[in-house]
C-alpha cells in the first residue's frame, strides 16, 4: 500500500485525476472517463490485498491508464487484440473499455490476477476475456494485433508468431527507440513502422512493430 495513500479513492477521485491528466497525454479531458475511473477505483481497491501494482500512487495509476489508452491511435476499427501478460489489466483493460469496438483477449497465468481482471469485465460488461494461461498457450487463435509492455527483451514476441496474422502488428510499451536501440531486437518477420513518444518520459514510448 503507498503511504500518504491509506484508503482507496472512489470512482469519482480517479475520475478528477483522470480529467486533470488527460491533455497531458494529447487525449480530452471532455471524455467520458468514469468507465475507466471504475475500473481505477476496483484496481485500487484489491491492490490493497494482492500485489496488482506495486507501491505506486493513484496519480501513476491514471497514468499507466492513459498511456495505455494512447495506444488505441495506432489500433484500426474492430479488430481482435490480445493482450500479453497483461497483469492488472494495462494495456487491454483501458484499450478495452475507451474502444468498444475492439475484441480483446487476456492473458494472465497468475489465478488471482485472473480473478479480478474477470471481475472488471463482469463488473463494466467489456468486450473482452481472459486466457489465464501464457501468451504462448493461446492456441487455434490468431489476432490482428498484440499489444506487450515490454520489460526486457522483446525479441520473443518478435519471432515467428502464431498469435499474429499476416500483416497484424505487435503494439510495445518500451524504453527502446526507432534506430540504434531496436537493432538488436528486430527480426526477418517485423519491421519497425511508427512510434508515439509518451509524454513526460525521455525514453519510454509506443512502438508498432507490422509483421512482415
Known amino acids: ?46 491492490r490493497r490485498s494482492m500485489n496488482l501494482t506495486g507501491a505506486l500512487s493513484a496519480d501513476s495509476v ?4 492513459l498511456e495505455s489508452v494512447m ?6 476499427h474492430g479488430e481482435r487484440v ?10 487491454g483493460i483501458p484499450l ?8 480483446v483477449v487476456l492473458t494472465e497465468p497468475r489465478a488471482r490476477r485472473a480473478s479480478f481482471l474477470r471481475h ?8 473482452a476475456v481472459v486466457e489465464e494461461k501464457r501468451a504462448e498457450e493461446v492456441g487455434g487463435q490468431t489476432f490482428a494485433f498484440a499489444t506487450v509492455r515490454a520489460v526486457g527483451g522483446l525479441r520473443t514476441w518478435l519471432g515467428p508468431s502464431p498469435l499474429l496474422q499476416p ?11 526507432l534506430g540504434k536501440g531496436l ?3 528486430l527480426s526477418p518477420f517485423f519491421r519497425a513502422e511508427e512510434a508515439l513518444p509518451i509524454p513526460e518520459s525521455k525514453h519510454r514510448q509506443i512502438v508498432l512493430f507490422r509483421r512482415i
Open 71 to 76: 495506444g488505441q491511435r495506432l489500433i484500426s
Open 96 to 103: 478495452a473499455i475507451q474502444r468498444s469496438d475492439l475484441s
Open 62 to 65: 491514471v497514468d499507466h491508464a
Open 82 to 91: 490480445i493482450d500479453i501478460g497483461t497483469g492488472a489489466g494495462f494495456p
Open 1 to 46: 500500500m503507498p503511504r500518504g495513500d491509506p484508503e482507496p479513492l472512489p470512482p469519482e477521485r480517479f475520475n478528477e485525476i483522470l480529467r486533470l491528466r488527460a491533455p497531458t497525454f494529447r487525449l480530452s479531458p471532455l471524455s467520458d472517463w468514469f468507465p475507466l475511473s471504475r475500473y481505477l477505483a476496483e484496481l485500487d481497491r484489491w
Open 167 to 177: 500483416g497484424g502488428a505487435l503494439l510495445a510499451w518500451t524504453t527502446l527507440t
Open 120 to 127: 472488471v469485465i463482469r463488473e463494466l460488461g467489456l468486450s
Open 183 to 185: 537493432e538488436k531486437e
